[in-house]
């Protein structure tokens, strides 16, 4: 990929509970914008990681002249879903809301997900308006957190699915995120991207991309197909590209790998087809 944009990297702080910020790593293009701008929600089962796991991701969209703001937001054992939905919701909002000072056009602000960031940016585009997810008050903005497009990589869309799976194949590192993060398994079915699109819940839709490896062990076999299917039933527009043998995250395990570098390539370019 072309490097078209120099950028600047610089941590916010986005929002504050009880005394502990909630910082958002911001990768700045150089030049005259407005940029397009995107949400990046980090994965780790619910439970782990930060704003600064998807670096190959971030500087990869910077470059093409994207502004990039990869959040922090509340995980177990502080809080338990859906506290990273609201913090989310109120991301997006706030993005928009200081679109002009950050060289935003928020008109063009999207999201993108890794993994369970990947359930969490897509139950925010299915949800923008959900009372429960936008319960955090931002005063002065009038911005809701509708994104102009989605992204999702290896992306956990059925999580109550996913449960069962892990559940009986004795992954007990993944069973105990579930339960870490999940009150239920009612809430994995009510907060379940593919439930809601079967039950015709989400209108309108907004493009989509899902990457996915074939040889991954974290998501049912069909997960990615019945969700790509269940979009395009519902008349959303979204791309599935699977990546042969790849596993869970493999872009972060060696981004210069030859799939890793054509996944970078097929994020850009769709985020370029979706804002130019």
């Known amino acids: 990929m072309p490097d078209l944009h120099r950028f600047d990297v610089e941590d916010v702080e986005y929002l504050r509970h009880d005394g502990k910020p909630l910082l958002a790593r911001f990768y700045r293009p150089r030049g005259k914008g407005p940029f397009p701008g995107l949400v990046e929600v980090h994965g780790g089962a619910w439970t782990m ?19 990039v703001m990869a959040v922090d937001f509340r995980m177990p054992p502080e809080a338990r879903y859906p506290a990273s939905i609201l913090d989310i919701n109120f991301a997006v909002r706030w993005l928009k809301h200081h679109a002009h000072e950050l060289g935003v056009n928020r008109e063009l602000v999207g999201g993108l ?69 999940w009150p239920d398994e009612a809430a994995m079915a009510d907060a379940n991207p593919q439930r809601i699109l079967d ?35 519902r008349g959303g527009r979204i791309e599935l590209h699977k990546f042969p043998g790849q596993s869970h995250a493999f872009i972060a395990r060696d981004p210069a790998a030859p799939d890793a570098a054509k996944a970078l390539e097929t994020i850009v370019a769709f985020v370029r087809r979706c804002t130019s």
């Open 113 to 181: 997900g890794t993994s369970s960031g990947g359930h969490q940016i897509m139950l925010l585009a299915l949800r923008p308006s959900d009372p429960r997810y936008a319960a955090v008050p931002l005063p002065g903005a009038s911005a809701d957190a509708g994104l102009a497009f989605v992204a999702q990589c290896w992306p956990i869309n059925d999580p109550l699915a996913r449960y069962g799976m892990v559940k009986a194949n004795g992954n007990m590192r993944l069973v105990q995120a579930h339960d870490a993060y």
């Open 199 to 233: 039950l015709g819940e989400a209108r309108p839709l907004p493009p989509a991309l899902l990457l996915q490896g074939t040889n991954d062990d974290n998501v049912t076999p069909d997960m990615a197909d019945r969700f790509a299917a269940s979009y395009r039933e």
């Open 49 to 67: 990681n930060d704003r600064t796991v998807n670096v190959a991701i971030h500087e990869a969209l910077a470059r093409s002249g994207v502004v």
